[in-house]
């Protein structure tokens, strides 16, 4: 029970539930705070929205949103810690800013920065998921708002997909078509009672009827209920196992067309743990590295968000290797995006 309550982040109100304070009371101070977190979001998009704007020419760009939320994962909850990480790695001295195909992240054309919807605090003022949930999709919104902005989102735990898809498919106004690179399908309907678990997202999303397709890529560990539920939701499973029978097409993908765009999920542990091994989940027999920039390098389509979650810098080496591995997705993912 204790370790359940640490868990929810209510320790603090539930103290105070107790003293018979009046629940509106606690209820007008959330609000206040949920609307002074929005505002630094809404303030901080809109500023870099008018910088492009004023450059000109610039059609979509990638800004980074973070969501350190790691308390719906079933396991550990380290990615809470990760965007930070991953802005450090983004920036780190070791290598320079020239992404893969020539683009330079240090072009706010490629690369800008809307900073972390605080879950944490909110969470500290006794912000319950649904909340959150809603606040995650507000956060994206406001992003989306000042076009030529694009959300790149920074984990988390896989939870916070569903929110993201949630908030782009309403905001498009239709379905997109979602890739989804991943050794899970985390498509259960509830996973240990927790509609908002991350092994649970994509049955979210699903349900909701915001994907057109949804293409799972790197998958190696799914139960019979994991397979019903692909079957259930149309999901097209492209395994580890016949891996290599797929990567003709896989490293071809053309996805998006008579929808709103696509959307790109990448839980870190897709790759193999030899490649990224700071993970709460590792799942041996993965992707490569270069499998992964193959298959993202070489997809045909109109990129309209995309997330990169699961990082846990908790399990990562000293050095910091799956951070920059985390990172270098991003900056790729954010010169795919960019143009
Ligand atoms: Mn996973």
Redesign the pocket.
């Known amino acids: 029970m204790k370790n359940q309550l640490g868990k929810m982040g209510f320790h603090y109100l539930h103290k105070l539930n107790a003293e018979n304070i009046p629940k509106d009371l606690i209820e007008k101070g959330q609000k206040r705070v949920i609307e002074a977190s929005l505002t630094l979001i809404r303030e901080r998009a809109k500023l870099k929205g008018e910088l492009l704007r004023a450059l000109g020419g610039v059609v979509a760009s990638p800004t980074l949103l973070g969501v350190p939320l790691g308390h719906n994962s079933s396991f550990l909850q380290g990615p809470a810690f990760a965007p930070p990480r991953i802005r450090e790695a983004i920036w780190c001295g070791s290598t320079n800013s020239t992404t893969e195909e020539g683009k330079q992240v240090c072009d706010p054309r490629v690369l800008s920065d809307a900073g972390d919807v605080p879950v944490q605090e909110l969470r500290d003022c006794g912000v319950d998921d649904d909340g959150l949930m809603d606040i995650v999709s507000k956060s994206v919104k406001l992003v989306m708002e000042e076009v030529p902005l694009r959300p790149l989102i920074l984990g988390g735990d896989?939870s916070i997909s569903y929110p993201v898809v949630r908030a782009v498919s309403e905001k498009l106004g239709g379905q997109v078509d979602i890739l989804h690179l991943?050794?899970?399908p985390?498509n259960y309907g509830a996973f240990e009672g927790n509609k908002y678990s991350h092994a649970s997202g994509f049955a979210r999303i699903m349900e909701g009827g915001y994907a057109r397709r949804l293409l799972q890529v790197g998958i190696r560990s799914i139960t019979k209920e994991g397979r019903e539920q692909a079957k259930r939701f149309g999901t097209e499973l492209y395994e580890m196992r016949t891996f290599s029978r797929d990567r003709q097409y896989l490293e071809n993908l053309k996805l998006g067309e008579g929808v709103k765009g696509v959307y790109v999920s990448v839980?870190i542990?897709?790759l193999d743990p030899a490649f990224a091994p700071g993970?709460s989940?590792i799942?041996p027999g993965g992707l490569s590295f270069r499998d992964v920039l193959n298959i993202l390098h070489n997809l045909q389509g109109d990129i309209v968000a995309a997330d990169v979650v699961?990082f846990n810098p908790q399990r990562d080496t000293v050095d910091g290797m799956t951070g920059m591995v985390a990172a270098k997705i991003v900056r790729e993912l954010a010169a795919k995006i960019s143009k």
């Open positions: 896989h991943d050794a899970h985390d839980d542990d897709c993970v989940h799942e699961e």
